[in-house]
């Protein structure tokens, strides 16, 4: 009974914010059964650590004596389970968009945190617009480039694919010109055959899935930025306990 009347005296906005996480919570939990039923165990485990990850929204509040927004809030959740609908139900190889989308709300979400902790590094000060705008930049590019150390050193240590290949029909490099110094070019490739195996062409290994990935992270954190500078700090994503979110 006292559980009962101690979650009634909570904001609506945080028992929401609660129910919403626990069903996210649930739906993972029920994933992972499936996923280690159908012996697919890394993805089972992904799932058990999203639900570590939805948690964490909630885990700031608490730490930091903020709320966040309700609708960034929902948005952190979905794009916590993003990578497990991406591994678990296969939406990074039904659809050409899906892992390109989440690069793209990455760097929106660490933009947001980056301005956080710009704000809260400051102790209280005032800084520049400008400053935290280049400091949110800054950290969500970083971000982005740490992850892709980490897909790469999964790659070479482990043979994943997580820089994914890309066929390519022309290359332009110094080592296939046959001079010293001249570039070479190689078009129009139509099929390679690597060991008898036959492919559509040239793979690059990742490069080009890589550097996309990093160039629509940066657009994201960008386009967040530059909207933030616009509404002037009038709808803060985090904001102190006892305003409302």
Same mark, same amino acid.
């Given at each position: ?8 005296s909570k904001p609506k906005k945080w028992r929401i914010? $609660?129910? %919403?996480?626990?069903?996210?919570? &649930? ?9 280690? +039923?159908?012996?697919?165990? &890394? ?7 999203? %639900? %570590? ?30 990578? &497990?609908? /991406? ?5 990074y190889h039904l659809t050409s968009w899906w892992d ?14 980056? *301005? ?17 705008? $280049? ?21 070479? *240590? ?21 001079? &010293? /110094?001249?570039?070479?070019?190689l078009k129009g490739i139509e099929s390679v055959t $690597? ?37 002037? /700090?009038?709808?803060? $994503?985090?904001?102190? +306990?006892?305003?409302?979110?």
């Open positions: 009974m006292r559980m009962a009347e101690k979650w009634k914010k $609660v129910a %919403v996480m626990f069903l996210c919570q &649930l739906f993972c939990l029920g994933s992972a059964l499936w996923l280690f +039923s159908k012996k697919k165990i &890394l993805c089972g485990f992904l799932a058990l650590l999203t %639900v %570590v990850l939805l948690a964490i929204p909630l885990g700031v509040e608490k730490h930091f004596c903020c709320t966040i927004a309700l609708p960034v809030y929902f948005f952190m959740l979905a794009y916590a389970l993003g990578p &497990l609908l /991406g591994d678990g139900y296969r939406l390109k989308l989440l690069h793209c709300a990455g760097g929106v979400f660490f933009a947001m945190l980056g *301005l956080f902790l710009a704000q809260f590094l400051s102790h209280g000060k005032n800084l520049s617009p400008a400053l935290t705008a $280049v400091f949110a930049l800054c950290f969500s590019m970083a971000v982005a480039v740490l992850w892709e150390f980490f897909e790469y050193g999964a790659d070479r *240590l482990f043979a994943m694919d997580m820089q994914n290949d890309t066929y390519i029909t022309q290359i332009h490099s110094y080592l296939i010109s046959g001079q &010293l /110094g001249e570039l070479g070019h $690597v060991n008898g195996m036959p492919m559509e062409g040239y793979l690059d290994i990742g490069l080009i899935d890589t550097m996309n990935d990093m160039l629509i992270e940066t657009v994201g954190a960008l386009g967040y930025v530059l909207l933030n500078a616009l509404d002037r /700090g009038r709808h803060p $994503v985090f904001q102190p +306990s006892g305003r409302a979110s």
